[in-house]
């Protein structure tokens, strides 16, 4: 399967699919998890690591919508380039 061409529509339509995936993990139950885990869930050294572990894993998961929407921003950002230059000038290296 060959990659689709550079053009503007194609860069714009992945940076949408990016930032429609950030916007629904934003509204994940996951990033609140550890709000249900804690002590007066349960007591003892082991809630205590699953809470911890929860939070770590909120925090990589904000990371990743994060990093998402700064990618949709450079695909954005490429879409404007590939608009402002001639056709005939692109290469396969632009993808």
């Given at each position: 399967?060959?990659?689709?061409?550079?053009?503007?529509?194609?860069?714009?339509?992945?940076?949408?699919?990016?930032?429609?995936?950030?916007?629904?993990?934003?509204?994940?139950?996951?990033?609140?998890?550890?709000q249900r885990a804690g002590s007066e869930v349960w007591?003892?050294?082991?809630?205590?690591?699953?809470?911890?572990?929860?939070?770590?894993?909120?925090s990589r998961l904000l990371g990743a919508i994060t990093d998402l929407r700064r990618i949709a921003r450079v695909?954005?950002?490429?879409?404007?380039?590939?608009?402002?230059?001639?056709?005939?000038?692109?290469?396969?290296?632009?993808?």
């Amino acid at each position: 399967m060959s990659p689709a061409p550079a053009t503007a529509d194609n860069f714009r339509a992945r940076a949408a699919a990016l930032r429609a995936t950030a916007t629904n993990l934003d509204s994940c139950a996951a990033l609140d998890l550890y709000q249900r885990a804690g002590s007066e869930v349960w007591e003892g050294a082991t809630p205590r690591r699953c809470r911890e572990d929860l939070l770590d894993t909120r925090s990589r998961l904000l990371g990743a919508i994060t990093d998402l929407r700064r990618i949709a921003r450079v695909l954005d950002e490429r879409a404007g380039q590939v608009s402002a230059t001639p056709s005939s000038t692109l290469t396969a290296s632009s993808t």
